[in-house]
């Protein structure tokens, strides 16, 4: 007996279902919601943090991984003053931003633009990337 065929009590019960499979979905993304509505933090908390592991963060390097083909070591590259944590959500945000053209860099990617910069130039863009997007403060 379908719910449909119990009137109210049926429409009810249907309701009730649609919640909780809609609640059971929330759960799971909660933890990434949360995160990304976290106000934005210093560098020392960010970097504090980067060894904690938490659903809803990922660690983010603010010199990106690719410039480890440029020319830095993987030293440099992982180092505790390159790795801050941050949400999940705006780590993906950061990612594609690098990826898509940009005015403020001839149009070309950020990534683009970081080939064969100085470490110092990658640190400035990362930084201003994490301001952008609400999680570095200013």
């Given at each position: 007996?379908?719910?449909?065929?119990?009137?109210?009590?049926g429409e009810y019960l249907?309701?009730?279902?649609?919640?909780?499979?809609?609640?059971?979905?929330?759960?799971?993304?909660?933890?990434?919601?949360?995160?990304?509505?976290?106000?934005?933090?210093?560098?020392?908390?960010?970097?504090?943090?980067?060894?904690?592991?938490?659903?809803?963060?990922?660690?983010?390097?603010?010199?990106?991984?690719?410039?480890?083909?440029?020319?830095?070591?993987?030293?440099?590259?992982?180092?505790?003053?390159?790795?801050?944590?941050?949400?999940?959500?705006?780590?993906?945000?950061?990612?594609?931003?690098?990826?898509?053209?940009?005015?403020?860099?001839?149009?070309?990617?950020?990534?683009?633009?970081?080939?064969?910069?100085?470490?110092?130039?990658?640190?400035?863009?990362?930084?201003?990337?994490?301001?952008?997007?609400?999680?570095?403060?200013?």
């Amino acid at each position: 007996m379908g719910n449909a065929t119990l009137g109210p009590a049926g429409e009810y019960l249907t309701a009730l279902e649609a919640a909780a499979k809609t609640a059971s979905w929330l759960y799971d993304k909660y933890p990434y919601i949360k995160a990304y509505l976290d106000g934005p933090k210093s560098l020392e908390e960010l970097q504090r943090d980067g060894g904690k592991r938490e659903t809803g963060y990922e660690v983010h390097h603010i010199v990106e991984q690719t410039a480890a083909r440029d020319g830095h070591s993987r030293e440099d590259i992982d180092g505790p003053d390159n790795l801050v944590r941050i949400p999940t959500l705006k780590h993906w945000e950061i990612t594609g931003w690098y990826m898509t053209p940009n005015e403020d860099f001839g149009y070309l990617s950020p990534r683009e633009y970081l080939r064969g910069k100085s470490w110092e130039e990658k640190r400035r863009v990362g930084l201003d990337a994490l301001i952008d997007s609400g999680v570095l403060k200013p």
